[in-house]
């Protein structure tokens, strides 16, 4: 029979033994003559990697790293399974992570495989013809531009044209009597990117321009309307640098911005949207992404399931059990309950899960951006590399006193409430490595 094989030309008299044929071992040309096909195992699955304490510590790649993404490129360089990186950062383009992250991890990766924490403003096309204030480092005016915005302020440009307003560091003061030379725009937005460098004077700043409406020139007015629309990227209060101990995140100078706004006004502010993880905008634009690389390498079968990996539980592991739970309701046919949860979650204006008309708008936008996914679960997977640590946490997350002190020291946005199934990791592993082998058993892949 060996003998025969190579002459088969689709000659249906030649059989196989049925082991063969489960085994998926066919002509590439008849499908019946037991020769082996070279077609590669196509996978119903991808892969969400955040980048800061799962694949590097500042600016330090993680040994496992390499390893892991030795197994996801075939001899080509070219990735067997989608993936899309997913992190918080917002102090650079696409295009320079990605070029990062391609020289510590060996392999190539572009641009349209990153998602940074302010990616999804792009979607938010009703502001991109507006003036807005942006807050943040890095190339601000640049990120801004990239994703569409028109007409940009940075906080340096209100501090040249109001120099009497920044006047926490006695040396940056004025030296001589100046006066407001108040030719920019009045600003009509407010989009915070990430931690910026001088905490002070953002915060002062961004306080006058909120309680002006966007008219420097003025005084402060009384808080009888709603303020400017904000919107911020990246909560995290915490991330791991190469540090023994995690360091302050945007996260923790939202927490200063919030409690100083209600200290002065005796109101809550408010979000017009939040972006990054934990919002299930940014897993929904990831899923987005990752739908398209499976349709760019013409693999047939739908992606239908997610794994996210990360090290941080209020951020990462809180994203993806959100999502997971988006998606399953979809399954379970609440499809008409989409947009308005999604919406609550992200473009969020109380901590209530009921979306106000205009957050219900905002979030149907996206739908029609993004098209509803094909994916219907979004697995958690947490690494011990970064900022969670076994060590300094209970032995088991379910246990009632930890439940208890997670509950009263609650590290995720103020906006996000407690609920101790989605800080529930789905899978606990060493590190990145043991990740995707984990998830290529339970897939039963094998490149």
């Not at 040994?63 to 992190?87: C, D, E, I, R, Y």
């Not at 047939?300 to 990996?309: C, D, F, G, Q």
Request: aromatic letters at 8%.
């Amino acid at each position: 029979m060996k003998g025969l094989l190579p002459f088969c030309r689709g000659l249906y008299t030649l059989s196989i033994p049925q082991a063969r044929r489960k085994a998926g071992i066919v002509c590439s040309q008849c499908g019946f003559c037991g020769t082996v096909s070279n077609r590669k195992p196509q996978p119903r699955f991808g892969l969400l990697f955040d980048i800061d304490g799962v694949l590097v510590r500042g600016r330090m790649p993680i040994p496992a790293a390499k390893k892991a993404f030795q197994k996801l490129v075939n001899s080509q360089g070219q990735f067997v399974v989608p993936v899309v990186f997913v992190t918080n950062a917002g102090n650079c383009l696409r295009q320079k992570k990605a070029d990062q992250m391609s020289h510590i991890l060996g392999v190539p990766i572009t641009q349209d495989q990153v998602i940074m924490s302010h990616s999804p403003l792009r979607m938010f096309k009703k502001y991109h013809d507006k003036c807005v204030l942006v807050s943040g480092q890095g190339p601000v005016l640049d990120i801004a531009k990239n994703l569409g915005f028109e007409n940009v302020v940075t906080i340096d440009m209100l501090r040249e044209s109001f120099p009497l307003l920044d006047m926490v560091d006695h040396n940056r003061r004025p030296k001589l009597p100046s006066t407001a030379v108040g030719y920019l725009p009045k600003v009509e937005a407010v989009i915070l990117f990430g931690e910026p460098i001088r905490w002070e004077t953002h915060l002062q700043l961004i306080v006058d321009v909120l309680l002006t409406h966007g008219n420097l020139s003025g005084a402060h007015h009384s808080q009888t309307r709603a303020h400017l629309p904000l919107l911020a990227c990246n909560m995290d209060l915490l991330w791991m640098a190469e540090a023994q101990s995690p360091r302050f995140g945007h996260g923790t100078f939202l927490v200063c911005l919030e409690n100083i706004y209600k200290k002065i006004t005796g109101t809550e502010l408010k979000y017009e949207a939040l972006m990054g993880k934990p919002s299930e905008l940014t897993y929904h634009f990831a899923e987005y992404l990752i739908r398209g690389q499976a349709t760019e390498r013409q693999w047939k079968h739908p992606i239908t399931s997610l794994y996210a990996i990360g090290d941080n539980i209020m951020t990462d592991i809180y994203g993806a059990n959100l999502y997971n739970r988006y998606l399953e309701e979809r399954v379970r046919g609440n499809i008409h309950k989409d947009v308005a949860k999604m919406a609550a979650a992200t473009c969020s204006t109380t901590t209530t899960t009921t979306a106000s008309p205009r957050e219900g708008e905002l979030g149907h936008a996206w739908a029609s951006e993004l098209a509803l996914p094909s994916a219907t679960s979004c697995k958690s997977v947490l690494v011990c590399t970064g900022v969670y640590n076994p060590s300094t946490e209970a032995a088991s997350s379910s246990s009632s006193a930890n439940q208890h002190i997670r509950q009263n020291v609650f590290h995720g946005h103020r906006d996000f409430r407690f609920d101790p199934e989605l800080v529930e990791a789905g899978h606990v592993v060493l590190d990145v490595a043991e990740a995707v082998d984990l998830i290529f058993q339970k897939e039963n892949f094998v490149p």
